[in-house]
């Protein structure tokens, strides 16, 4: 994978999900954890930090009032119902973790779903600067599903997704990401790059 024509697009490294307090933390209950997703992030992150790979972010955030969500289902709806990545609240806030990278990360605004390229100017980044291969990593299933519909080479990090269950992120890493994406430990990303 040669490392100046792929992406990695972190998708929902926000306060909700990975601080201590984030309301929504407890809903990712397994293997890996989110410090485990967020640890093995970071390494990945530091390891890239000399490389030619762009990274973007797309952080999740809705209205006051979630307006946006009019019929909200799953996750969404437990979004809504915990009152989670409200604008101007600490929770839709970017890590700090994520946020300690700089500029080596742009943050891509405008994500009010599960999808990190609707509403959002992400694919027209990705063409404007030659990307065909991307990374995806968190809340992925939509975005990953999007891009490969587009063309795009997909890979999925096994070690920085986290499902509500062990069971659940088993069963999508085995058999549901692989009929679009290729699944990959961050480490085995890294030994494919050049």
Do not use: H, W
Not at 105 to 133: C, H, M, S
């Amino acid at each position: 994978m040669l490392a100046k024509s792929t992406a990695l697009i972190l998708i929902g490294y926000q306060n909700d999900y990975f601080a201590n307090n984030g309301i929504l933390k407890s809903v990712l209950t397994g293997s890996p954890t989110p410090n485990d997703v967020m640890s093995n992030t970071i390494d990945l992150l530091k390891a890239l930090e000399s490389s030619a790979m762009a990274i973007f972010t797309t952080p999740i955030v809705f209205t006051t009032g979630y307006s946006e969500l009019t019929d909200a289902t799953g996750i969404l709806k437990t979004i809504k119902d915990v009152k989670a990545f409200q604008e101007g609240g600490a929770g839709s806030g970017i890590s700090s973790e994520i946020l300690a990278f700089g500029d080596k990360i742009v943050k891509v605004k405008g994500k009010r779903g599960l999808n990190a390229f609707y509403g959002t100017e992400l694919e027209q980044l990705l063409k404007a600067i030659g990307i065909t291969d991307v990374v995806t990593s968190i809340c992925i299933d939509s975005s990953a599903r999007y891009a490969y519909d587009r063309g795009l080479n997909v890979t999925i990090l096994s070690d920085c997704t986290a499902g509500r269950t062990t069971i659940e992120q088993d069963f999508y890493c085995s058999d549901i990401f692989p009929i679009y994406a290729q699944v990959k430990t961050s480490k085995e990303l890294l030994d494919s790059l050049y």
